[in-house]
């Protein structure tokens, strides 16, 4: 069954003012995409139904708001991409950016292949999980890798940095204890390559969004190379949604 064959009638609310600024143009797809999480979605389960209600702020315009951080015309590589977020709300709002949606699972692989078709967007799909090598040789290096509830920060700064060139960023959507995390993964930030980190903070209420930005340096260090440390010595990814 098509995505089309499996779509509801009881989609999603109206797009906020926020969604209408952020998306412009390609507010009618970005529309088709609630629609589509909101039926077929729902069905398949890459996104719970209590979350329906509120799919706009939370999870579209959330998304979206990565793109605040994002160079133009820079390749992205979305980490973890499940439904497709972040990364097909940033290639809506974003069309300049060539993106990559990365994801192990190779039934929500099928479902990004067919919203990517529904929408007609040019972007890649490629399963594979960043932590491992043939994934990293594949994809090669982007000048920026995001993230939405993927892994704790301090590991997913090791599954992500190497797939970002130096100077490059991880763009990590994070909740409001994102400086916490900062804080408590100083360590592991900096053994997996990470130089300067700040935490970007936009939007309001359920649209409220904290990226964190992590700057790639130009090499890990010793402790992020060795047994223990940095991609090595860490067990699968945590999803936490």
């Known amino acids: ?53 509120r799919l706009w702020n939370r999870h579209l315009v959330n998304s979206a708001w990565v793109g605040s951080v994002v160079p133009e015309n820079a390749t992205v590589v979305d980490i973890g991409s499940g439904a497709g977020l972040p990364g097909i ?22 479902w990004l292949e067919e919203v990517v078709a529904a929408l007609e967007l040019d972007v890649v799909v490629r399963r594979g999980r960043a932590e491992e090598r043939e994934t990293r040789r594949a994809v090669g290096e982007s000048d920026v890798a995001t993230a939405r509830a993927v892994a704790p920060l301090g590991r997913l700064a090791a599954w992500s940095l190497p797939l970002v060139r130096p100077g490059g960023t991880l763009a990590a959507l994070k909740g409001a204890s994102a400086q916490d995390e900062v804080r408590r993964d100083a360590v592991e930030l900096r053994a997996a390559g990470g130089g300067d980190v700040e935490v970007v903070t936009t939007g309001a209420g359920d649209a409220l969004t904290h990226i964190v930005v992590v700057h790639r340096t130009e090499r890990r260090t010793a402790a992020g190379s060795g047994p223990g440390g940095g991609r090595r010595g860490r067990g699968r990814k945590d999803r936490s949604s």
């Open 1 to 53: 069954m098509t995505l089309g064959e499996q779509d509801r009638l009881d989609g999603p609310s109206a797009p906020t003012p926020e969604a209408v600024e952020l998306f412009g143009d390609a507010l009618p797809r970005a529309a088709r995409f609630a629609e589509l999480l909101a039926g077929p979605g729902r069905e398949q389960g890459v996104i719970g139904p209590r979350e329906l209600p």
């Open 89 to 110: 709300p940033l290639a809506l709002a974003r069309p300049d950016l060539r993106i990559t949606l990365l994801e192990p699972m190779a039934r929500r692989v099928a």
